[in-house]
């Protein structure tokens, strides 16, 4: 089963996915213009690890900040691991955020609910 880094920059996030730690972390800033082209990458290793042997996947989500293009990719992520949930495999998702920042804890409640999947809120 493969692994997936996306190397961070100025307007590209940390991703970091090990099936065999079950881990996806994603860390930092992302104003990617087009988010896909980073995130469609992950998607494919996503989909192998669906049908993978592994039972769990801690996902931690700590970015900074997002632009439009990387919330619709961030979307698209969590209705991913929705699908990988409902086939038995126990996916656990924390969403990290300044609790000064009341935007980032907004974007985190909207995502679980526009995705319709569990999201622990973790202030930092």
């Given at each position: 089963m493969e692994k997936f880094l996306?190397?961070?920059?100025?307007?590209?996030?940390?991703?970091?996915?090990?099936?065999?730690?079950?881990?996806?972390?994603?860390?930092?800033?992302?104003?990617?213009?087009?988010?896909?082209?980073?995130?469609?990458?992950?998607?494919?290793?996503?989909?192998?690890?669906?049908?993978?042997?592994?039972?769990?996947?801690?996902?931690?989500?700590?970015?900074?900040?997002?632009?439009?293009?990387?919330?619709?990719?961030?979307?698209?992520?969590?209705?991913?691991?929705?699908?990988?949930?409902?086939?038995?495999?126990?996916?656990?998702?924390?969403?990290?955020?300044?609790?000064?920042?009341?935007?980032?804890?907004?974007?985190?409640?909207?995502?679980?609910?526009?995705?319709?999947?569990?999201?622990?809120?973790?202030?930092?």
């Amino acid at each position: 089963m493969e692994k997936f880094l996306s190397t961070p920059s100025h307007t590209t996030p940390y991703i970091y996915f090990n099936p065999e730690g079950e881990i996806l972390e994603m860390r930092g800033n992302s104003t990617l213009v087009n988010a896909r082209e980073v995130f469609g990458e992950l998607y494919q290793v996503l989909i192998n690890f669906k049908k993978s042997i592994y039972p769990k996947l801690n996902v931690n989500i700590q970015l900074e900040y997002f632009n439009t293009s990387t919330y619709k990719c961030l979307l698209e992520t969590m209705i991913h691991l929705k699908e990988m949930k409902s086939t038995g495999k126990n996916i656990i998702v924390n969403w990290y955020y300044n609790i000064e920042d009341e935007d980032a804890l907004e974007q985190g409640e909207d995502i679980a609910q526009l995705s319709g999947m569990q999201v622990n809120l973790v202030g930092i």
